[in-house]
T-cell receptor, first 113, second 114 residues
């Protein structure tokens, strides 16, 4: 059974700091991995999707890496801003084409002005 | 990207009643999913909504409790039946255009059962 773990559960940083969020999964047979942010009352917003054959994806100040063999992904946020405050969720899609996503519990990020 | 409208956004219901949640997408999509997020927990897939056939339920979820309809490629409903306080959660609809594509989520329905 695939399990996804995110560390830390919560993180508070001053504005401008670079930070890394961690995600680990127990079964390396994944189809892809997605990072989302969840804002209260606004559902989930997809940030980055990494296919199983890829090592990283970048979008603006965000960079996500994937090491499938070790079951790990990181989300790097450069020059953090108060608007980055949200819960960040990692989810893996299981191999076999079902598109089922298995989520971690998330990291709640607070960026202080 | 897909724009998803989910209704209602929140509701407070009495024990033993049922609530139907609607999910409308602005484009035709192959895949639609329903997730539950219990307080302090991760999102858990309830079922995959299949157009023209019965939904595919995950372990621990049954059709009698969570009947799902999907009459076309842009619309689905999830009913939470015979509710108890344990059903208090956020329910989210998501869609994907094709296999391996990004999943887009609705804003969710925050349900409280008294």
């Amino acid at each position: 059974k695939q399990e996804v773990t995110q560390i830390p559960a919560a993180l508070s940083v001053p504005e401008g700091e670079n930070l890394v969020l961690n995600c680990s999964f127990t079964d390396s047979a994944i189809y892809n991995l997605q990072w989302f942010r969840q804002d209260p009352g606004k559902g989930l917003t997809s940030l980055l999707l990494i296919q199983s054959s890829q090592r990283e994806q970048t979008s603006g100040r965000l960079n996500a890496s994937l090491d499938k063999s070790s079951g790990r992904s990181t989300l790097y946020i450069a020059a953090s801003q108060p608007g980055d405050s949200a819960t960040y969720l990692c989810a893996v899609s299981l191999w076999g084409g079902s598109e089922k996503l298995v989520f971690g519990k998330g990291t709640k990020l607070t960026v202080n002005p | 990207s897909a724009v998803i409208s989910q209704k209602p956004s929140r509701d407070i219901c009495q024990r033993g009643t049922s609530l139907t949640i609607q999910c409308q997408v602005d484009s035709q999509v192959t895949m639609m999913f329903w997730y539950r997020q219990q307080p302090g927990q991760s999102l858990t897939l309830i079922a995959t909504a299949n157009q023209g056939s019965e939904a595919t339920y995950e372990s621990g979820f049954v059709i009698d409790k969570f009947p799902i309809s999907r009459p076309n490629l842009t619309f689905s409903t999830l009913t939470v039946s015979n509710m108890s306080p344990e059903d208090s959660s956020i329910y989210l609809c998501s869609v994907a255009a094709t296999l391996g594509d990004i999943q887009y989520f609705g804003a969710g329905t925050r349900l409280s059962v008294l």
